[in-house]
């Protein structure tokens, strides 16, 4: 069996990863992504935990938590697919119309 | 049982004054019944209740809690029931009478819902149990009498009346306010311990601590309520905006000049009369402001050709009358409050007979100016006979209301000379009153007498206008002889109620002790001279203005003399108040105030604000509205917590 530790680490890079991407990026898409590898790195731990204590609660957690990330993608999506109309661009830093 | 309604006298004019101004537009006449109902109503109540204190020299007063250490009172002694019974009597005669003038009026119900708040006003001044409330409703009837002096306020004369009424009244409200403010600090610092249900500012409050306030106290006092009284009743110099008061309909100048409003002033002064009477040299001031006022409006009302103008001077005039009647109870004690009501009594039936007959000239007419008119008697005979009788008892004919008021004054002034206290008030009183019976003749033949001088509409008014205008001529007419002396013993014993010591007073005031009402015997000529001149004064003018004229009125004065200028320009008081006072030295003095206000007062808190909006404008480049920037700090934020909390852990003093 996969040691435990080796998923903390795979989550905490994957955590690190999706932090700093969502810290730098400015393209909206990628910025979606980057949310994505977040959760899906809390994902891993709790399916991992689950895996090991044993329990089932933390793999129904991720199943809440993938479908509430489809959910957040859909709707961010739809977002980007309007503001691409609107403006012909999804680079965050050019949307500002509301800015001071 | 009527006094238990009390409150009544004035919630019915109220009542009636929302709903005409809520209603009015949709009843016929504007709905002016209600006001005039109302006011009736009022006068039942008033009449009920003088039936049921006048058999036992009784009073009437109810109070309620109202904040802090002031209650809301009602107060019916024989000063407010006489005033009562007079306000509503007359008012709703004109109420009436108004239901024809106002007929066609666009503004009906705006008028008949302000001339109901007006009573209301009048009402609740005249019944108020403290000086605070007094106050309210005297400046009630100031906004009233704004709004209805304003009521064509298309018209720019009529709207800079109403204001200059407002502003003029206003110099005379500030003084009284600042009398009441003296008053009360001074009772204040009396420390008194009042008995249940007194309370500081009450009228019986006042009466009882007068002889703890300081002298020099009680002349400021006395003073400044005087000068609201100057304001209020039109006294020199505060009488100029009466005359202007005209612009209105004529019923309006019937009710400030009659019933309502001016008399506030004289009757602030006698409801106060035992301040003023415990405080040294304010008589004085009083009975020289009254006296001289009655001569110097009367000497105006000689050249005016505006006939509600003429009318407007006599009130000013007759004011001055009672204000000296009032004063001259340095000599006379609490019986000359008696006097000089009785007079107001009395004026307010005959002048309201005299501007509801004016208007129902100007009605018939279409015109202001007294040469345009002439020998309308044929064609309004009513009219022309009700302003008669008005005008006998203005002028002081024998037997008639205004002799017997009037005289009493007139003689009464003559004893305050004889008891060494001046003799001005009775000379001035007396010259006051040969030129009353001069203009108010004038005024009858010029209207009345002789040919028609221009080609004015020729017929009699509606009975709805004619019916008050016989009503009040009998009153003016008849009311004086029968109850001439009750009044005098009934209103002047109205401070016997309080327990005022009028000796004490006296003693503070520095007047001599009078035992009973005539201490001095004048002479038979001084007897019989006002009725001299009243009836020479009649004659002057049938000999100046009639039909049977046998003098030209070129024959006393030629155009170029300068007593004639003087008085056609009116002493120059439009020069005087309004192209020096108001638009040199006020308008300087305002244009300064400005000046302070924009720049150091608006000035300050404008800097103020900039300095704050420019301090918003850095702070908030803070919100840079790109969520990365916000993102990055909460990770440093939370990661130096965290290296803080482990650092905690591990034992680190931080």
């Known amino acids: 069996m996969i040691p435990l530790v080796l998923y903390v680490l795979l989550a905490s890079a994957m955590f690190t990863i999706g932090l700093y991407g969502l810290l730098t990026q400015r393209n909206g898409i990628k910025l979606m992504m980057c949310v994505e590898i977040l959760l899906n790195s809390a994902n891993i731990n709790l399916v991992a935990f689950s895996a090991y204590l044993p329990n089932v609660n933390g793999q129904v957690f991720a199943l809440f938590s993938i479908a509430l990330a489809a959910a957040e993608a859909g709707v961010g999506f739809a977002i980007l697919i309007v503001l691409y109309r609107l403006y012909g661009t999804i680079e965050l830093d050019n949307i500002n119309a509301l800015r001071w | 049982m009527y006094q238990d309604y009390a409150y009544l006298i004035v919630g019915l004019p109220v009542l009636a004054f929302v709903l005409t101004i809520f209603l009015g537009w949709h009843l016929p006449k504007g709905g002016g019944f209600f006001t005039v109902l109302a006011t009736f109503a009022g006068f039942i109540l008033s009449f009920g209740i003088f039936r049921e204190i006048y058999p036992n020299d009784e009073i009437v007063h109810q109070s309620m809690h109202w904040f802090a250490s002031f209650n809301a009172g009602i107060l019916i ?56 409330q007094l106050f309210i409703f005297w400046e009630l009837v100031g906004l009233c009498s704004y709004l209805l002096i304003g009521f064509w306020y298309r018209k720019p004369s009529a709207a800079s009346a109403a204001k200059k009424a407002f502003l003029v009244t206003r110099v005379g409200d500030v003084m009284f306010l600042a009398g009441i403010v003296l008053l009360y600090t001074n009772m204040v610092k009396l420390n008194l311990t009042l008995p249940d249900g007194a309370y500081l500012l009450q009228f019986q409050t006042i009466y009882d601590s007068l002889t703890l306030i300081p002298p020099d106290q009680l002349t400021w006092i006395a003073v400044l309520l005087f000068g609201g009284a100057v304001g ?18 004529t019923t309006v100048s019937a009710m400030i000049h009659a019933a309502t409003m001016v008399t506030a002033g004289v009757y602030l002064v006698a409801r106060m009369f035992p301040l003023f009477y415990a405080a040294p040299n304010a008589l004085m001031v ?30 000013v005039s007759q004011l001055g009358y009672m204000m000296a009647g009032l004063g001259i109870g340095a000599a006379m004690g609490a019986f000359s ?35 345009e008119m002439g020998g309308v008697l044929k064609h309004m005979k009513w009219t022309g006979l009700t302003m008669l009788a008005g005008s006998l008892t203005l002028a002081g004919f024998p037997l008639t209301t205004g002799f017997f008021s009037k005289d009493e004054i007139i003689v009464t002034a003559f004893e305050h000379g004889a008891m060494g206290f001046g003799w001005l008030p009775y000379i001035f009183a007396i010259l006051a009153a040969l030129l009353t019976a001069i203009y108010t003749f004038r005024l009858w033949f010029l209207v009345f007498d002789g040919e028609a001088r221009s080609d004015y509409h020729k017929h009699e008014s509606p009975w709805i206008m004619l019916g008050p205008l016989v009503i009040l001529a009998i009153f003016a007419l008849f009311m004086g002889m029968p109850s001439q002396e009750n009044f005098y013993h009934y209103v002047g014993n109205n401070f016997e109620h309080y327990g005022v010591d009028f000796e004490e007073l006296a003693v503070i005031g520095g007047h001599h002790v009078e035992h009973g009402a005539h201490a001095v015997h004048e002479p038979f000529i001084i007897k019989i001279l006002p009725i001299i001149v009243g009836v020479g004064g009649i004659l002057i003018a049938a000999l100046f203005y009639s039909r049977w004229k046998r003098f030209d009125s070129g024959m006393v004065t030629s155009e170029r003399d300068p007593l004639r200028h003087i008085l056609l320009k009116r002493y120059y008081q439009n020069e005087i108040y309004t192209l020096w006072f108001a638009e040199k030295v006020v308008y300087g003095i305002a244009l300064v105030s400005n000046m302070i206000d924009l720049k150091i007062i608006d000035g300050t808190v404008n800097k103020i604000s900039a300095i704050s909006v420019g301090f918003g404008g850095t702070l908030r480049k803070v919100q840079t509205g790109v969520i990365q920037n916000y993102l990055t700090a909460i990770v440093l934020g939370l990661a130096v917590l965290l290296i803080l909390i482990e650092l905690a852990s591990m034992g680190v003093a931080i």
């Open chain 2, 77 to 132: 002694d024989p000063l407010a029931i006489v005033m009562l019974l007079m306000v509503t009597f007359v008012c709703t005669l004109i109420h009436t009478y108004a239901l024809g003038y106002m007929e066609g009026d666009p503004g009906m119900a705006r008028y008949f819902a302000e001339a109901g708040l007006f009573t209301a006003a009048m009402l609740g001044l005249v019944f108020s149990d403290n000086l605070l």
């Open chain 2, 232 to 249: 209020k009743s039109g006294q020199f110099p505060l009488h100029v905006w009466l005359p202007d008061a005209m612009e209105g309909p």
């Open chain 2, 286 to 315: 009083v009975a020289y402001v009254g006296a001289f006022t009655a001569l110097f409006a009367a000497t105006m009302g000689l050249v005016m050709f505006d006939i509600k103008r003429v009318l407007a001077y006599s009130t």
């Open chain 2, 337 to 371: 409050v008696g006097v000089s009501m009785f007079h107001l009594i009395g004026h307010s039936f005959f002048k309201a007979l005299l501007f509801l007959c004016a208007g129902s000239v100007i009605h018939a007419v279409g015109t202001n100016d007294m040469r």
